[in-house]
C-alpha cells in the first residue's frame, strides 16, 4: 500500500515536472549599466538585444526566452558581482550576459564559474576577460585584435615611423602597446608615445610635441564625445593631417557621430574596427534599418552589434542543445560556433571562446557629399594576439 | 569640594545611563539575523548592505560626532579594499588576518591625513578630503601595474573563515562575516560615543573654539577618532574586497564618498544607529527601484532624499525619537 502510494507520488512528480519542461523558459539575466554614465551604451547594448529577439521571436527549441534585466548604474564590479549572484540563487537565470565594462565582467566572472552558468560578454574588451571563467563566451571585439592588426597593417603599407597619442586610462594603455606591438613587429620605428588626461578639453601642447617629432603616422586613442573634435582641430591646427602625416585610430574616434561635430578635419583619417555602419551587404543593411527604425532613426554601433550577436549565440546554442539551458551543454555547443553577422563573418574561437572576426581597415572620404568610413582593406579572421 | 564629586559622579552616571541598553537595540540585533531564515536569496544584498552600513558608521564617527565634515572617504575604504585584494592576489587568502592589516593601513594613512584634517575647517575640509579622495582615485589609476587600474583586480577567492566557513554562492558566510565584523565595530564605536572623550568630541563639533578654552585639547582628539574612523572605512573596503572577490576603481570613486554620506542624512546623523538604517534605506530602496525600472531609478532616491531632508531635518531616526516624545 505504502509503496503504491510512493510510485503513485513519483509518478505525479515525474509527470509534473514534465509538463513543467514542456511550458519552461529560459531565463537570460542581462547585466549593464543601464543608470550612470555609461547608460547610452548599455541602451545601444539592449537595443541590439531587443532587435534580435524582435525579429526571431521569443521562443527557441520550444523554449520560451525571459529577460532579466539588472542594473549596475556605472563601472561597479561589486555590484555586477552581486546581480549574477542574485540572478543565479533567486531569479534562477540560466545564462547570464550583458557586460559593457570590463570590471563588471571581472566581478561576475567568479559567479559564472561556481554556479557553471554560461556566460556571454557582449562588449568588455580587454583581452583578460574571456580567461577569468570557463564559462565565459565574447561576442565583441577586443581592444588588441583590432589595433594589433592595425599596426602591422600600416607597415605593410610603407608607414616607416609613428608616433602613439593614447587616453590615459586602460583601454588607452592597451590600444597604445597592442598598436605598437603590431607595427614593432613588422619592422616599423616607433617614435615616441605620449598619454592625454582621460577628460581632456584641449590637444594643442601634446600635438605639439608630436610634431616635434615630425612622425610619417601619428596613432590617437580617446574616448567618445567631445573629444574626437577637439582632437581633429588640434592635429589639423599644426598640419598633422592626411595627407601630410597619416592618422591612425581606433573606430569609434570617427562614428557617425563623431564625424558630424569633427567636420572637415576627419578627411582622410584611418580607423581599424570590426563593426562599419555603412558596409555595403544586405545583412548589414537589414540590421541597419531595422535597428534605426525601432529606435527612433538612431544608428546602431559597437554596442548594439555586440548584443544582436551575443543573442544570436545563445539563440544557435540553445537549438543546438535542444534546449538545454546547463552551462557545461551551452557551452560545448558555442565552442568554434561561426556564422554571418552584419558585421561579418564571425566565429567562436574553440579554444579561447574568443571572437574571431575579420577587421576592417577603413578610411574617412566624402560619398555623396557626406564624410564616412570606407572600407579600403579586410582581414579575415583575426584573433586576439594575446591569448 | 562637595560640589565637584557631586558632578563627577553625576556625569559618570550620566554616562552609565547612556551606555545602558535599551529594550529597542535589544530587539533591533537579532532583527539583522532575520534575513538568514527569511530572505536567504537576498543575502548578497544584506552582505553590502552590512559593509555600507560599517562605511556609514565609520563616516557618522567623524560627521556626526565630531564635526570633521567629508566628501572623500572612499579613499580609506578603497585603501583598504585594495590592501585586502593584493593580500589575497599575493597569496594570503586568510580572512580575519587580511581584514586587520587592511584597517590598519587605511588607519595609518588615515592618521598621516589627520594632520592636515584638523588644520581645517567648514570649505575648505569639504576641499580637502574631496582632493585627497580624487588623489588617490588617480593614483590607483595610474598605478595600473598593482590596482588593475581602470580593468579593475580579480581576486582568488578568501580561504574558508576559521578554516571551515567557505564563501558560499548564496552568500551565507559573506553575511555572517560581515554582520560579525559590524558588530564588533558597532560594539566599539557605542563605547567611544559614551565615553568622556566623545562628550569631547560632541563639545568640538558644537563649538570648537570653546573647548581649549575649557582646557580640552581638541586637535588630537580630532586626530583619533578621524584615526579610528579611516581604519573602520578600511575595514568595510576590505570586508568588500573579500566576499565579491573582486575590487574596481569604483571603491575610490566620489560616488562612493557621496552615496555614504547620503545614507548618514537618511539615517540621521550624530546616532550610530542613522548609519546602520540608512544603509538599509539606501540600498534596498536603490535594489527594489532598480528592479523596477533599471534605467530611471535615481529620481526615486532623489525624491526620498528631499521628502526626508525637508520633514525629517535629523534623519528618520531623529524623526522617529521624535515622535516617541524624546529628546536628542
Not at chain 1, 62 to 67: A, D
Not at chain 1, 171 to 195: C, I, N, V
Not at chain 2, 218 to 239: D, E, N, R, V, W
Request: proline letters at 4%; glycine letters at 10%; one cysteine or more.
Amino acid at each position: 500500500m505504502l509503496t503504491h502510494r510512493i510510485t503513485a507520488a513519483l509518478g505525479l512528480a515525474l509527470a509534473m515536472s514534465t509538463s513543467a519542461l514542456a511550458q519552461e523558459t529560459v531565463k537570460i539575466g542581462v547585466i549593464l549599466p543601464y543608470s550612470g554614465p555609461f547608460a547610452d551604451a548599455a541602451n545601444q547594448l539592449q537595443a541590439g538585444i531587443d532587435l534580435y529577439i524582435a525579429k526571431h521571436g521569443d521562443t527557441v527549441a520550444g523554449k520560451k526566452i525571459e529577460l532579466i534585466k539588472k542594473d549596475t548604474g556605472g563601472p561597479a564590479a561589486d555590484v555586477a558581482q552581486r546581480m549574477a549572484q542574485e540572478l543565479v540563487v533567486r531569479d534562477g537565470a540560466d545564462i547570464i550576459a550583458g557586460f559593457a565594462l570590463t570590471p563588471e565582467a571581472l566581478g561576475a566572472a567568479p559567479v559564472a564559474d561556481e554556479a557553471q552558468k554560461l556566460m556571454v560578454v557582449m562588449n568588455a574588451a580587454t583581452s583578460m576577460v574571456t580567461e577569468q571563467s570557463d564559462y565565459i563566451v565574447r561576442t565583441s571585439v577586443t581592444i588588441p585584435q583590432v589595433n594589433y592588426a592595425l599596426g602591422k597593417w600600416a607597415h605593410e603599407n610603407g608607414v616607416k615611423q609613428a608616433y602613439t597619442l593614447v587616453s590615459d586610462y586602460g583601454p588607452g594603455h592597451d590600444a597604445e602597446k597592442s598598436f605598437a606591438a603590431g607595427f614593432t613587429e613588422a619592422g616599423g620605428t616607433m617614435l615616441g608615445s605620449d598619454r592625454t588626461p582621460v577628460a581632456n578639453p584641449d590637444f594643442s601642447a601634446f600635438v605639439q610635441r608630436v610634431k616635434d617629432a615630425n612622425p610619417e603616422a601619428v596613432y590617437i586613442f580617446v574616448p567618445g564625445g567631445a573629444q574626437p573634435a577637439a582632437i581633429g582641430k588640434a592635429l589639423a591646427d599644426r598640419g598633422l593631417n592626411p595627407p601630410a602625416t597619416q592618422v591612425f585610430a581606433q573606430g569609434e574616434l570617427t562614428h557617425p557621430e563623431a564625424l558630424e561635430s569633427m567636420g572637415e578635419t576627419a578627411r582622410g583619417i584611418i580607423t581599424t574596427f570590426h563593426y562599419t555602419l555603412e558596409r555595403d551587404d544586405p545583412l548589414n543593411k537589414e540590421f541597419v534599418e531595422g535597428y534605426t527604425a525601432a529606435n527612433n532613426g538612431r544608428e546602431p554601433d559597437l554596442f548594439s552589434i555586440g548584443g544582436y550577436d551575443g543573442m544570436h549565440l545563445i539563440y544557435e546554442a540553445l537549438k543546438k542543445t535542444n534546449g538545454d539551458a546547463s552551462g557545461d551543454a551551452l557551452l560545448e555547443a558555442a565552442k568554434g560556433m561561426s556564422w554571418d553577422s552584419p558585421r561579418g563573418p564571425m566565429s567562436i574561437d574553440p579554444e579561447t571562446r574568443d571572437v574571431v572576426q575579420t577587421v576592417y581597415i577603413r578610411e574617412v572620404q566624402e560619398v555623396d557629399g557626406k564624410l564616412q568610413n570606407v572600407v579600403i582593406h579586410e582581414i579575415a579572421n583575426v584573433k586576439d594576439p594575446l591569448h | 569640594m562637595t560640589n565637584s564629586t557631586l558632578t563627577q559622579a553625576t556625569a559618570r552616571d550620566w554616562l552609565r545611563r547612556q551606555s545602558r541598553w535599551s529594550l529597542p537595540e535589544i530587539i533591533f540585533w537579532p532583527l539583522l539575523l532575520l534575513p538568514f531564515v527569511l530572505f536567504p536569496t537576498y543575502l548578497p544584498l544584506a552582505n553590502q548592505i552590512a559593509i555600507a552600513a560599517l562605511f556609514a558608521l565609520s563616516v557618522d564617527l567623524i560627521l556626526g560626532y565630531a564635526g570633521i565634515i567629508t566628501l572623500g572617504h572612499a579613499m580609506f575604504f578603497g585603501l583598504g579594499a585594495y590592501c585586502a585584494a593584493l593580500l589575497g592576489k599575493n597569496g594570503w587568502g586568510e580572512p580575519l588576518t587580511g581584514l586587520l592589516i587592511a584597517g590598519a593601513f587605511a588607519g595609518f594613512i588615515g592618521f598621516v591625513a589627520s594632520f592636515i584634517i584638523v588644520r581645517v575647517q567648514h570649505l575648505a575640509l569639504l576641499m580637502i578630503t574631496l582632493g585627497l579622495g580624487f588623489l588617490t582615485l588617480e593614483l590607483a589609476n595610474s598605478l595600473g601595474w598593482l590596482t588593475g587600474g581602470a580593468d579593475g583586480l580579480r581576486v582568488p577567492r578568501t580561504w574558508p573563515i576559521f578554516n571551515y566557513f567557505r564563501f558560499d554562492l548564496w552568500g551565507y558566510t559573506a553575511y555572517g562575516y560581515s554582520l560579525a565584523v559590524l558588530f564588533v565595530c558597532f560594539l566599539l564605536s557605542r563605547r567611544l560615543v559614551n565615553s568622556s572623550f566623545g562628550l569631547a568630541l560632541r563639545g568640538v563639533r558644537e563649538n570648537s573654539t570653546r573647548m581649549p578654552a575649557i582646557g580640552s585639547a581638541y586637535k588630537s582628539h580630532q586626530q583619533i577618532i578621524y584615526t579610528i574612523s579611516a581604519a573602520m572605512a578600511g575595514l568595510a573596503g576590505a570586508l568588500l574586497a573579500q566576499t565579491t572577490s573582486t575590487v574596481a576603481l569604483e571603491v575610490l570613486s566620489f560616488n562612493r564618498s557621496a552615496d555614504v554620506v547620503v545614507m548618514l542624512i537618511l539615517g540621521g546623523t550624530g546616532r550610530l544607529y542613522g548609519a546602520i538604517i540608512g544603509a538599509i534605506i539606501f540600498l534596498v530602496a536603490r535594489d527594489q527601484l532598480a528592479g523596477i525600472n533599471p534605467q530611471y531609478w535615481y529620481f526615486w532616491i532623489g525624491l526620498l532624499l528631499m521628502v526626508v531632508v525637508l520633514f525629517m531635518p535629523k534623519g528618520i531616526l531623529g524623526f522617529i525619537s521624535r515622535l516617541a516624545g524624546k529628546r536628542d
